[in-house]
T-cell receptor
């Protein structure tokens, strides 16, 4: 599949579980992002990676741990989450950090996370 | 501080009516501007960008530097336009910033 692919599409986990979200892009982009989308804050930037290095972390709780092993893959490791962490988690990529004037971001379909 | 505001969380219009989704930004420089759209059960995707001066699906957006606005307009709304719309300014050296979004509902 071309574009940005996220797995799994849906995830239900208990508060003591450990799980990981995966994102993969086949666009040759150099920057990748994690966003949280919920009713309270529609699009909340969590992490930004540029060329596999984290360049921004918007004060996200440590129970969320990102990993970017290469420019095509991005993970979000989850542990001891709270019910309020239930949301749609979106991955995005861009040709350059920030998006650029002409291209913006390409988003994945998201992982719908439910914490019980 | 950089800020983007979409004052309406929900906009409801009848099919065939004109629609305008408002976006105001507060930036020190001259950002580039984008509109993103998210249809039900679909991914967030780029709708149009100011730099291209394009019209997509009948939508246009005019940049008003004096009012620092980038409102999205369509003369005749269709039911399939129902979606969540996000305005997003971008300035070199910074990340794309998304507004709070406006949900457009087009009623038959």
């Amino acid at each position: 599949e071309t574009g940005v692919t996220q797995t799994p599409r849906h995830l239900v986990m208990g508060m003591t579980n450990k799980k990981s979200l995966k994102c993969e892009q086949h666009l040759g982009h150099n920057a990748m992002y994690w966003y949280k989308q919920s009713a309270k804050k529609p699009l909340e930037l969590m992490f930004v990676y540029s060329l596999e290095e984290r360049v921004e972390n918007n004060s996200v709780p440590s129970r969320f741990s990102p990993e970017c092993p290469n420019s095509s893959h991005l993970f979000l490791h989850l542990h001891t989450l709270q019910p309020e962490d239930s949301a749609l988690y979106l991955c995005a990529s861009s040709q350059e950090p920030g998006g650029g004037a002409a291209y913006g971001y390409t988003f994945g379909s998201g992982t719908r996370l439910t914490v019980v | 501080a950089q800020r983007v505001t979409q004052p309406e969380k929900l906009l409801s219009v009848f099919k065939g009516a004109p629609v305008e989704l408002k976006c105001n930004y507060s930036y020190s420089g001259s950002p580039e501007l984008f509109w993103y759209v998210q249809y039900s059960r679909q991914r967030l995707q780029l709708l149009l960008r100011h730099i291209s001066r394009e019209s997509i699906k009948g939508f246009t957006a005019d940049l008003n530097k004096g009012e620092t606005s980038f409102h999205l307009k369509k003369p005749f709304a269709q039911e399939e336009d129902s979606a969540m719309y996000y305005c997003a300014p971008w300035e070199a050296g910074n990340m794309l910033t998304f507004g709070g979004g406006t949900r457009l509902m087009v009623k038959p």
